[in-house]
């Protein structure tokens, strides 16, 4: 993960400690998800879409997704487009809502990633 991304989660989660938040997660690949042993996944960016409640976040892309791309659409295009979550004060795992949220999810990719983080920057990620 490079330092600007978490940097950028580091400051949502202190800034929004009390409440999960949401957003689009963007990343690159190198290699093939075929072949685990060369497969690598950088996060790129992450755009905040939602402060939800204490438990919950929920989000739809709309123009602010799209105006984010257009900002520098040449690269930002070329990126993959997965999901980012915080779990604020509890810890990192999948609850039912975020399985089905990858499942929903997953069909429109050839492969989706999901994370999930903390305030205590504690993350677990799933790749459906």
Not at 5 to 10: A, E, M
Not at 49 to 65: E, I, N, V
């Amino acid at each position: 993960m490079p330092k600007h991304v978490l940097h950028k989660i580091q400051f949502l989660c202190k800034s929004i400690p009390k409440v999960e938040w949401s957003g689009a997660l963007f990343y690159s690949i190198e290699g093939s998800i075929k072949n685990p042993a060369t497969f690598k996944i950088t996060l790129e960016d992450i755009l905040p879409l939602d402060m939800g409640s204490a438990a919950y976040t929920t989000y739809q892309l709309d123009d602010r997704f799209i105006d984010y791309l257009e900002e520098d659409w040449d690269l930002r295009t070329k990126w993959k487009v997965g999901h980012i979550h915080s779990h604020n004060s509890m810890g990192v795992f999948f609850s039912g809502t975020d399985w089905a949220e990858l499942e929903d999810n997953a069909p429109n990719h050839n492969f989706y990633l999901s994370l999930i983080v903390n305030n205590w920057m504690d993350f677990e990620a799933k790749i459906a």
